[in-house]
């Protein structure tokens, strides 16, 4: 890896400040930005610079804002360092990455998705799961930056495929948590206790990561804090539909739980999406 290289975070949320003390704690030289003023105010520990600086001086930035729309708001009209290096974390349409892939080029600026999976947890951690759209030769000087972040990293050839990859993950994901939710509140009408239920599922055919892990350590508990909210699962299922509609292959399950998370009040948005279980039976169109 290049020597010295000056590492920014631009986004500060859970995922963002988590991957920021991972690097700070790894011994980078690292430098912090969100255009939350509140939250910068509460992050005493990161040594936060002023957007502009960030964009001239970061060899590197990490970007961990909502989506690569974000990005390009971020840097439009700014002077850019030129030969830095962006690195998207962001769950994002692929079409869009493409296109900020090619508006970058022409700055000079070596652009890459790289979705990620694993949570503020695995990130705080270094456990993520990192999903980049590019060649695994083009990224070896970011190797020790990965590696502090990520116990799994997964190369795919083109820009974009790393988000792509990301989609096609979210809707398994969110398509099984939506489906345990209303399996789990049918079996309560039925008499069977959800911790019952979800013991069953774990020592048979039916255990996912769902069941293994999402309710026994949010769900069953009453904790409800999986730290993410109902807009993101909303966002994440509506891109996943947007992008396969354009394409050959069915997307009836995809469509379907697109829907079915859509019947959920707007009001609820900022709920921890963990919520949808004891919310199901009230927002769901039978």
Known sequence: MKQNLKISV???GS?????YNRLKKKGFNVFGYDNNLELTKSKKEINYKNID????????????????????NIIENKILKFNSTYIDLTTSNPQNTLELYKYLKLKNISYFDAAMSGGASGALNGTLTLMIGGKKEELKYLT?????????????????NGHSMKLLHNSVCHGIFLMMCEIGNLGEELGISLEDLI????????????????????????????????KNLKKDLQLVKDFSDSKETSNNYIK??????????NKLDLNDFTEIYKLWNKNIVK
């Open 10 to 12: 631009i986004g500060l």
């Open 15 to 19: 995922m963002g400040s988590s991957i």
């Open 53 to 72: 600086y960030i964009l001239e001086v970061s060899d590197v930035i990490l970007f961990a804002v909502p989506s690569n729309k974000e990005i390009l």
């Open 144 to 160: 020790k930056i990965f590696s502090s972040m990520a116990s799994n990293v997964f190369y795919y050839g083109n820009i974009g």
């Open 199 to 230: 013991n069953t599922f774990n020592c048979s055919n039916a255990r996912s990561y769902i069941s293994q892990e999402r309710f026994p350590n949010h769900i069953l508990n009453k904790k409800f804090d999986g730290k993410s909210i109902i």
């Open 256 to 265: 379907l739980t697109s829907s079915l998370l859509n019947d959920f009040n």
